[in-house]
């Protein structure tokens, strides 16, 4: 191979793999939105009374609502698509009295991502 070859060959590679690991910020926004969205549905797949009786198909929700994450061009949008994937849980209900549960079995309290500010009032 000549000189020229080698040269053309390894700036094709490294422009090739630069593109493959680029991020821009539409990226980035929309990996956060895939956490939080991961977030409340994880969330209420476990605290959401419908949901944790097995009366939702709640993984299915979760694949259907994507798209709608993935177009949401604002926050808001984002929001609306959370609230959509909570209102087709259906009401949550009481499960009666609860059970005591001592504090050192409450690994999972931690909630303070709620207050993120990606978030509105009515998700968190």
Not at 41 to 49: I, L, Q
Request: hydrophobic share 45%; aromatic share 12%.
């Amino acid at each position: 191979m000549g000189t020229y070859t080698r040269w053309s060959v390894l700036l094709w590679i490294l422009l090739f793999t630069s593109s493959l690991f680029a991020q821009n910020l539409s990226d980035s926004i929309y990996q956060e939105r895939l956490f939080y969205l991961c977030k409340v549905w994880g969330h209420a797949k476990y605290y959401h009374s419908n949901i944790a009786a097995g009366n939702v198909d709640w993984d299915r929700k979760l694949i259907d609502i994507l798209p709608a994450v993935k177009r949401a061009e604002s926050n808001a949008e984002f929001n609306t698509a959370l609230l959509e994937l909570l209102n087709s849980a259906g009401v949550h209900g009481s499960t009666g009295s609860l059970p005591t549960i001592p504090d050192s079995l409450n690994n999972n309290l931690d909630v303070a991502w709620m207050q993120h500010d990606i978030l509105n009032s009515q998700i968190q």
